[in-house]
């Protein structure tokens, strides 16, 4: 299955729907796509393998619990980018997520002496928005500012999500993975679906709030 992901991801492209928001121009050569597959390659573990639109491994994550409290996101070769820890909220409902950088720092765990940059929160009261369609919040952690940085609305349990940030622009979108192979569309289901990721958003960041929303849906 891996290997023919890999040679789809290079062979195939993505059939786009028309898109009636003015910000969802689509230009092939300005926005990455990703095609996940939501099934670690290490046996015994859940987790998720990325490949890139040139057959490559991007990311990769092993989780050897269904529901883990901290989540790592690597790269292809097992390199740690991005830390991802669940937060027991006292007296809420609803627990937060904190996203931390791995960049440029040795140590794979979010301790006390590392900081977030970005925090989710999973929308629960439905009814009373007035847009019934967001699934969570991202915030800045740095910022004083209550308002959000990123918004994701749509289903993940349908795999049709797409990310906007404060001004409406969509920054990614979450779509089934289809293909035409032997002139007949093919469908992959909801283990394998297409992370599209527009110029200027961290594919990175992108794949991690991805992470979350499994985490907070499935």
């Known amino acids: 299955m891996f290997l023919f992901l890999r040679s789809l991801s290079r062979t195939v492209h993505e059939v786009h729907e028309e898109h009636h928001e003015e910000d969802y121009v689509i230009d092939e050569a300005s926005y990455k796509s990703l095609t996940v597959w939501r099934k670690s390659l290490v046996l015994s573990c859940n987790g998720f393998t990325v490949i890139d639109s040139e057959g490559d491994l991007a990311y990769r994550v092993d989780n ?6 901290e989540i790592i996101l690597m790269d292809g070769c097992g390199k740690s980018k991005f830390t991802l820890c669940r937060r027991k909220q006292k007296l809420r409902l609803v627990d937060k ?12 765990s979010a301790d006390d002496t590392k900081h977030p ?7 629960i009261n439905h009814m009373l928005q007035q847009n019934g369609n967001v699934l969570a919040h991202v915030y800045a952690a740095t910022s004083s500012n209550k308002m959000h940085a ?15 940030d404060k001004s409406r622009k969509v920054v990614a979108e979450i779509r089934k993975k289809e293909a035409a192979i032997g002139g007949e569309g093919v469908s992959f289901g909801l283990d394998v679906f297409v992370l599209i990721i527009r110029p200027g958003f961290d594919q990175g960041v ?13």
């Open 150 to 164: 990123y918004v994701i609305e749509g289903s993940y349990a349908h795999r049709s999500c797409k990310f906007y």
């Open 117 to 123: 940059i970005l925090v989710a929160k999973k929308q």
């Open 97 to 108: 997520w904190l996203i931390y950088n791995d960049e440029d720092d040795d140590n794979n």
């Open 206 to 218: 992108a794949m991690a709030i991805v992470l979350l929303l499994d985490q907070m849906f499935s």
């Open 64 to 69: 050897y619990c269904e529901h883990p409290s």
